[in-house]
């Protein structure tokens, strides 16, 4: 599977961005999809993760509220709608394709696309 990422940019606190994920390759739908973030410095870190079907969702914490992911099985592709967003989002967004135990850890996914950045200013 290759995936590649989309829908980053420069955006001021409170506002929104929306990322995609399109994956390459066969049996998309038979991946759990997640959403990671990278700040300059810091590890990656979980965000968001959506289960094969689309059924189940999952969030960190500190997203919660503010951050919907969703996917189009028909399109191969996976999403991340952000909201309220906050300087603290400032980082690139990767996201994962996985079919291990684990949805929250990087450990948990075998394919990753390369990429977005996403800059909150305040």
């Known amino acids: 599977v290759q995936l590649q990422a989309s829908g980053g940019g420069l955006v001021q606190a409170g506002g929104s961005l929306s990322l995609s994920c399109a994956a390459s390759?066969?049996?998309?739908?038979?991946?759990?999809m997640g959403w990671f973030s990278q700040a300059p410095g810091k590890e990656r870190e979980f965000v968001a993760a959506?289960?094969?079907?689309?059924?189940?969702?999952y969030y960190a914490d500190s997203v919660k509220g503010r951050f919907t992911t969703s996917r189009d099985n028909a399109k191969n592709t996976v999403y991340l709608q952000m909201k309220s967003l906050k300087p603290e989002d400032t980082a690139i967004y990767y996201c994962?394709?996985?079919?291990?135990?684990?949805?929250?850890?990087?450990?948990?996914?075998?394919?990753w696309g390369q990429g977005t950045q996403v800059t909150v200013s305040s």
């Open positions: 959506i289960n094969r079907i689309g059924s189940s969702t």
């Open positions: 390759g066969r049996d998309f739908s038979t991946y759990t």
């Open positions: 994962a394709a996985g079919r291990r135990y684990g949805l929250k850890v990087v450990s948990g996914y075998d394919f």
